[in-house]
């Protein structure tokens, strides 16, 4: 499986979901960079996505997006072979 990190931020529900879902599809590792209180973290996930709102994941070097790119990889059955690199 591939790896998973996650930019996330205190008190967002979207984050929340986020992992609930790939904790369902059994990612058991999440690497989480809280840019709540990290100003260096929050530079320098605008700088890579070019966007300023949480979650921002990849899956390996995959930039997936948000949770709702997420969960629309997902419905369109693209998510599961992300995750395991196919």
């Known amino acids: 499986m591939q790896p998973v990190t996650m930019y ?11 992992k609930r879902l790939l904790n369902q599809l059994g990612v058991s590792e ?4 809280d840019i709540s209180r ?8 605008q700088q890579i996505t070019g966007q300023r709102t949480v979650p ?3 899956i390996g070097d995959t930039h997936v997006g948000g949770f709702t790119d997420m969960q629309a990889l997902h419905k369109k ?5 992300l995750l395991n690199g196919e």
Not at 8 to 18: E, I, N, Q, V
Not at 38 to 45: G, H, I, L, P, R
């Open 8 to 18: 996330t931020g205190s008190y967002c529900p979207y984050c929340t979901m986020a």
């Open 30 to 33: 999440i690497k989480e960079i």
């Open 77 to 81: 059955g693209g998510l599961i072979s």
């Open 38 to 45: 990290d100003s260096a973290a929050f530079a320098e996930m």
């Open 56 to 58: 921002q994941i990849f």
